[in-house]
C-alpha cells in the first residue's frame, strides 16, 4: 500500500545533511566497455562508478524472498546505492558480482567474519575474517584489445559462433528456470529448455545469424561435441573479474585453505 503525503517539503531536511556519508568509487572489472548507451549514466568514465553505502531501507528489500528471485531487490538497491548504474538487468554479471563486494565494503566496512569449519580431524567451526578491500583490489579488468579475437568459438563444422559475456538479466533468468524446475519432476522439455537457455545467453549471433528463435533452435540440434566446444571458449575468455575467494590458515591444522564466499545476497548482507 502506497501513503500518501499530504504536505510537499520543500525546506530540506538539516537532519539529513550529516547522515549523508560519502561515497567511494570503483572501476568495473569491464571497464565499461560492452554496455549500451543508457546502461550506465553519461557521467561514467573509464568505467568508474561511485558506491554509497545502505540504509536501512536497502536491508528491508534484500530480506524480501520475492523480490531477491526476480533480481528486484538488487536493482532496486543499486538504483539508490549506486545511481550511476541505469539498468542492472543489462550488466555483466561480473560487474554486478564486483559492486555487490564494493557495496558490503562501502556498507559494513573492509572486513567480512565468515564462520567455517575445515574439514580436518577435530576441526571447530571458527570465524575467519575476508579481506574485502583486498579482494577488490585483487579484481581483474577485462583486457579490451583481445576482444574481437577471444569472443568467437570456431566449431568442428566451420561455424564461427560469437559468444558475449552474461548478464545479470540472463543470471535471473536461468536461476528462475531452475527453481521451477526443482519444485517439480524435470521433464525432458524443461531440462533441454535450461540448455538451451544457457547457451542462448551467451551467444551473440552465429556466423552473422542474431534471431534469438533460429539460436534457440540451433542450439537444441547442437550435438554434445560442440556443446563442451562452447563451453570450453566461454571459460577460457571469462578469466576476468572479482574472484570470491580469499585464503586463511585453518586455526585448528594450520593448513592453508581458500574460503569462497557467495555473493548470494541473503547471506551476504545480513
Ligand atoms: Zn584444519
Redesign the pocket.
Known amino acids: 500500500m502506497e501513503i500518501e503525503s499530504e504536505v510537499s517539503v520543500l525546506t530540506p531536511n538539516p537532519l539529513l545533511a550529516a547522515l549523508r556519508i560519502p561515497g567511494e568509487t570503483f572501476r568495473l572489472p569491464s571497464q565499461g566497455l560492452f554496455y549500451d548507451e543508457g546502461v550506465l549514466d553519461e557521467s561514467v568514465k573509464n568505467g568508474e562508478v561511485e558506491v554509497y553505502p545502505m540504509t536501512a531501507i536497502d536491508e528491508i528489500i534484500i530480506s524480501t524472498p520475492d523480490k531477491l528471485l526476480s533480481g528486484k531487490a538488487i536493482s532496486e538497491i543499486f538504483a539508490r546505492c549506486i545511481p550511476q548504474i541505469k539498468q542492472t538487468h543489462k550488466l555483466l554479471a561480473k560487474d554486478v558480482d564486483f559492486l555487490m563486494v564494493c557495496l558490503r565494503m562501502v556498507s559494513f566496512g573492509q572486513f567480512m567474519e565468515v564462520a567455517y569449519t575445515?574439514?580436518?580431524n577435530d576441526?571447530k567451526e571458527h570465524t575467519y575474517n575476508v579481506d574485502l578491500q583486498a579482494m577488490i583490489r585483487a579484481a581483474k579488468s577485462i583486457d579490451p584489445t583481445t576482444l574481437s579475437q577471444e569472443y568467437v568459438s570456431v566449431l568442428s563444422n566451420g561455424q564461427r559462433v560469437h559468444l558475449k559475456p552474461m548478464t545479470y538479466g540472463d543470471i535471473i533468468e536461468l536461476y528462475q528456470d531452475t527453481m521451477l524446475s526443482k519444485t517439480e519432476e524435470i521433464d525432458e522439455k524443461e531440462a533441454e529448455k535450461i540448455v538451451v537457455n544457457t547457451i542462448s545467453s551467451v551467444v551473440s549471433n552465429v556466423d552473422g545469424v542474431y534471431d534469438r528463435n533460429f539460436i534457440k533452435e540451433w542450439a537444441i540440434h547442437l550435438p554434445l561435441g560442440m556443446k563442451k566446444q562452447i563451453q570450453k571458449d566461454i571459460n577460457s575468455v571469462g578469466d576476468w573479474g572479482i574472484e570470491m575467494k580469499s585464503q586463511h590458515t585453518?586455526q585448528?591444522?594450520g593448513?592453508v585453505?581458500s574460503l569462497r564466499i557467495s555473493a548470494n545476497p541473503v547471506n551476504f548482507f545480513t
Open positions: 575445515h574439514q580436518c576441526a585453518c585448528d591444522c593448513e585453505m
